[in-house]
């Protein structure tokens, strides 16, 4: 099977497939999905809007406390974009998917924030779990939390890692 990557059709929209079929990519504003709300509301979006900007239109109150969303039985997050129509169902951090993408995030960043301070560390797995989150990390030396340079060193570079995250749209 060929893949054909990008090129044009007759209408001149660019064009991604395989000789199985494809789809072309929409321009701006051309394609518009329904959001469907748990109490069965619908709201009308152009394709791509991404988790946080829906639940931003919802209601300023609800984007502030909400983590991200249950898009058609998926978990997402605020940043990922939302291309069909959907039922979409937010999640704040009591609900079990508000967790799982707190714990996810914040796994992220305490790597980000080792990889800063010891850019020579090697990760293997971190995944969220129930209670939190870990990481199976490979390092020259030994680290353990309860050491007072590790201490100060991890909470300036946690603030600094925040401090420059994208913001939530």
């Given at each position: 099977m060929s893949t054909?990557?990008?090129?044009?059709?007759?209408?001149?929209?660019?064009?991604?497939?395989?000789?199985?079929?494809?789809?072309?990519?929409?321009?701006?504003?051309e394609i518009m999905i329904k959001i469907t709300l748990p109490d069965n509301s619908v709201r009308e979006y152009e394709a791509g809007v991404s988790v946080g900007q829906v639940t931003?239109?919802?209601?300023?109150?609800?984007?502030?406390?909400?983590?991200?969303?249950?898009v058609n039985g998926v978990t997402r997050g605020y940043m990922e974009p939302?291309?069909?129509?959907?039922?979409?169902?937010?999640?704040?951090?009591?609900?079990?998917?508000?967790?799982?993408?707190?714990?996810h995030t914040s796994s992220h960043v305490m790597a980000a924030a080792i990889q800063a301070l010891w850019p020579d560390t090697k990760f293997?797995?971190?995944?969220?779990?129930?209670?939190?989150?870990?990481?199976?990390?490979?390092?020259?030396?030994?680290?353990?939390?309860?050491?007072?340079?590790?201490?100060?060193?991890?909470?300036?570079?946690?603030k600094f890692v925040i401090s420059m995250a994208s913001p939530m749209a």
């Open positions: 054909k990557l990008g090129g044009t059709t007759e209408s001149t929209r660019p064009f991604i497939g395989n000789d199985k079929g494809g789809f072309f990519v929409a321009k701006k504003g931003k239109d919802i209601s300023e109150g609800l984007h502030r406390q909400a983590l991200g969303a249950v939302i291309n069909e129509d959907s039922d979409f169902r937010v999640v704040k951090f009591d609900d079990p998917e508000g967790k799982e993408i707190f714990w293997a797995i971190g995944p969220a779990i129930n209670d939190g989150f870990y990481y199976d990390m490979e390092l020259d030396h030994s680290l353990w939390a309860g050491h007072a340079s590790f201490r100060f060193c991890f909470s300036l570079l946690i």
